[in-house]
């Protein structure tokens, strides 16, 4: 019997893959105090709407999707520790200078310096009834802060993807990606039972102040624990076998092979990964399909807030928001099911992650009926959009996982960011285009209507149907660029 059978394991990688759930859950929290405070308490202060708010989410998503390209290669070049600790360290601040954007407008627009957040406020009230702009030059500073904070989150998921790929064999991947991206939901349900009982008992500036500064304890927690796992004196032997069992000889070239270097060590050059068929096919799926869960974590409170008068900090507000996160908190099943496949079924990894992935897409057909749901019931309507962000973050930890099928540990960072790059873009365009529609529906009101519903809602129809379709279009089209990689992929790749 092999070592592995015989050696009692560590369990170092599941440290490891806890840290990821952390930083992932933190990486959300900082992404929703804006959505959480904006409607209730920002947007009253500096005369926002809802096509103000569309312009700073938009120009967040377009920055965190040009970042993605330079972080992930960043990350393969730097390693996971370094390209971590950089990632969370600048959109920690990112998140904190938020806290600032009233301070700001008010130096730019009045002779005062204020001395804190509440002389701020007194400073921008007294002028703002002169007429000056204040609410231009609020966005303005809010998104600068915007582009920071995406600047640092996205190193995220490049760096979490490929640490899980350093720590874990392919048959755990997604499980473990499912777990760590799971920290998305965590992080969006803690964010409405902590971030408008902040902005109300200490101010909004404070909100994104306490949770941007956690940022910093968890990248001092990281510096000390993160170690690669042949560098690494708490893990045993066989833990490393374990993680080690499935390592593909095939993909490393001859020369390579001459030079005695480790397959991993080398790395595909940039311009050649958009000469892969499988790049483009993750490129399409995330482009197509990334946008929906932004637009859930963006727009749900908005949309209770809008239709229920239930504000963000309210008791109703927190537990529909609460509930909505909780039941998408069902990813981690959704991401065991490759697993099961592969390891009760025979599968093949990509074969047995498309079949889960087309079981995740009929299930976004769901969306079609959001907003009759919501009609009904405002639970029935965060129970359903629960059941489509679960199903949205298996059917990514599967996409994420692709990348180590198809890919060497080597060039995971910058293949994650590429296709990070494609899923920001695809947001971007959903969320600015969502806020512009939502506008024109609004201004039209009754004279708006599809499938029986009239104005803003009707818009809300149109979006969520629209997403309910999304997922299998993303599918049918990654089946047809690679619709039997299991064969063709190594010698793609060499």
């Known amino acids: 019997m092999s070592p592995i059978q015989t050696a009692q394991k560590t369990n170092y990688r599941w440290i490891v893959c806890g840290m990821l759930f952390l930083a992932t859950t933190i990486n959300y929290m900082d992404r929703q105090v804006l959505s959480l405070t904006w409607k209730d308490f920002i947007a009253p202060e500096f005369a926002w709407n809802d096509e103000d708010y569309g312009r700073i989410t938009s120009i967040f998503s377009l920055v965190y999707a040009l970042s993605m390209l330079v972080v992930g290669r960043l990350t393969d070049v730097i390693g996971v520790k370094r390209g971590y600790s950089w990632a969370i360290g600048v959109w920690s601040l990112g998140a904190i200078l938020h806290a600032f954007c009233g301070i700001a407008t008010c130096i730019h627009l009045t002779p005062y310096w204020p001395t804190g957040f509440e002389e701020a406020k007194e400073l921008l009230y007294s002028y703002g009834v002169k007429g000056l702009p204040i609410t231009t030059v609020s966005i303005f500073f809010f998104m600068a802060c915007r582009i920071i904070l995406a600047i640092g989150q996205a190193g995220n998921f490049p760096a979490a993807v490929k640490a899980t790929a350093e720590y874990f064999p392919k048959r755990d991947w997604t499980y473990a990606i499912s777990i760590f991206n799971n920290g998305a939901s965590v992080g ?24 941007g500064a956690i940022g910093y304890l968890w990248m001092l927690l990281w510096l000390m624990m993160y170690y690669r796992p042949q560098d690494n004196k708490m893990m045993n032997m066989a833990e490393r076998e374990y993680i080690e069992q499935d390592t593909d000889k095939s993909l490393t070239t001859a020369t390579a092979e001459a030079e005695g270097k480790p397959q991993e060590e080398r790395r595909i050059g940039f311009w050649r990964c958009f000469t892969y068929p499988q790049t483009w096919a993750l490129f399409i799926g995330k482009f197509i399909t990334d946008g929906v ?48 496949l592969v390891n009760h ?19 976004q057909l769901l969306g079609f009926f959001t907003v009759p749901m919501g009609a009904i019931s405002p639970w029935l309507f965060v129970v359903v959009i629960g059941i489509l962000g679960a199903s949205h973050q298996s059917w990514s930890a599967n996409m994420f996982s692709m ?17 990070g790059m494609a899923g920001g873009i695809g947001a971007y365009i959903i969320m600015i285009y969502s806020s512009r529609l939502f506008a024109y529906a609004e201004a039209l009101g009754t004279s708006f209507s599809y499938m029986g519903y009239y104005g803003k809602q009707d818009a809300y129809m149109i979006v969520f ?30």
Not at 188 to 209: D, H, K, R, S, V
Not at 348 to 357: D, E, I, K, L
Not at 465 to 482: C, K, N, R
């Open 345 to 363: 079924q025979g599968m093949q990894p990509y074969s047995s992650r498309m079949r889960a992935m087309l079981y995740y897409a009929v299930i």
């Open 465 to 494: 149907s629209l997403f309910a379709v999304l997922y299998l279009i993303g599918w049918g089209l990654m089946m047809l660029i690679i619709p039997n990689p299991d064969t063709a992929n190594r010698k793609k790749l060499q």
């Open 403 to 419: 990348v180590g099928d198809f890919f060497p540990k080597s060039t995971i960072g910058t293949i994650t960011g590429i296709i």
């Open 188 to 211: 969006a349900l803690l964010a409405p039972l902590t971030i408008p009982l902040l902005a109300n008992e200490f101010g909004w500036e404070m909100a994104f102040f306490i949770v």
């Open 293 to 340: 869960w932004w637009f859930f974590l963006f727009w749900t409170p908005v949309y209770i807030s809008d239709f229920y008068s239930y504000t963000s900090d309210s008791q109703m507000g927190i537990a529909l928001i609460f509930t909505l996160y909780l039941v998408s908190m069902l990813s981690i099943a959704g991401g065991y099911l490759p697993t099961y």
